[in-house]
């Protein structure tokens, strides 16, 4: 069973920055897409950034040029180097591997964009 582990999100003042970090149990983590999503309050849960496992990157318009996804299959640990952050990027944001369908989600860690 794949289990996610995140890390790195807290209070952050407009314009900082913040690294995310989601560590992956198990032996099939390279095999798998890594996407990360967030939910804000009221809203639904958005993909905010993927990553293939031939490493190749998406993102959702509203984070492109900002925010920079990666993955690092010797560790099993997929990253989300977030800056230039805005108000509207606070949210609880979620590592997901393989797909919504595959069931494999972290716990969520809150990022909070405020002055």
């Known amino acids: 069973q794949v289990q996610l582990v995140e890390s790195g999100g807290g209070l952050v003042q407009p314009g900082g920055s913040l690294r995310l970090s989601c560590a992956a149990s198990g032996s099939r983590f390279s095999i798998y897409s890594m996407n990360w999503y967030r939910q804000a309050p009221g809203k639904q849960r958005e993909l905010v950034a993927r990553i293939t496992s031939g490493g190749n990157t998406n993102y959702t318009d509203s984070v492109k040029g900002r925010f920079t996804i990666s993955r690092d299959n010797t560790k099993s640990t997929s990253y989300l180097q977030m800056d230039s952050l805005k108000p509207e990027d606070t949210a609880v944001y979620y590592c997901?591997?393989?797909?919504?369908?595959?069931?494999?989600w972290g716990q969520g860690t809150q990022v909070t964009v405020s002055s």
């Open positions: 997901n591997l393989g797909g919504p369908e595959l069931g494999y």
